[in-house]
């Protein structure tokens, strides 16, 4: 069984998560620059039998200034790889969680910004792991 890779897109940079190959546990993957995320993502797609991606808007539901581009983006995942389906998934409040999640990191480790975007990814993974399936 494959696993499912999990997205926090961004301008700058893009959060990165895997399940176990059981699909059963989120796990940090990394932090990659968004200039450079299609190269990594070229290196991890045969590992890879799904894909979902936060999906950006406000507590008003309107769309954010990020929402356009995660949208091109999914646009050009599913022309590259049209074989690896693609979920859109909730992700208002995310950051803000690992904004919480991150303050049981040492500080020196805090202070990375990109941790939050993985941390961000692997939380909307293992919420989507969570979910029952029909």
Do not use: C
């Not at 690896?84 to 995310?94: A, C, K, N, Y």
């Not at 020196?108 to 993974?125: E, P, V």
Request: glycine share 6%; aromatic share 8%; hydrophobic share 35%.
């Amino acid at each position: 069984m494959g696993r499912i890779l999990a997205i926090d897109y961004g301008v700058r940079r893009t959060g990165l998560a895997w399940s176990d190959p059981q699909r059963r546990v989120a796990l940090p993957l990394d932090t990659v620059e968004t200039a450079q995320l299609w190269e990594r993502l070229s290196d991890l797609s045969a590992q890879i039998e799904g894909v979902i991606i936060g999906y950006p808007r406000r507590l008003s539901g309107q769309p954010t200034d990020t929402t356009a581009a995660v949208e091109a983006f999914a646009a050009e995942w599913q022309r590259r790889y049209p074989h690896i389906p693609l979920t859109f998934v909730e992700e208002r409040l995310s950051t803000q969680a690992a904004h919480r999640h991150a303050q049981s990191l040492p500080p020196r480790t805090r202070r990375d910004k990109g941790i939050y975007d993985q941390i961000t990814a692997t939380l909307l993974l293992q919420n989507y792991l969570s979910r029952p399936r029909l």
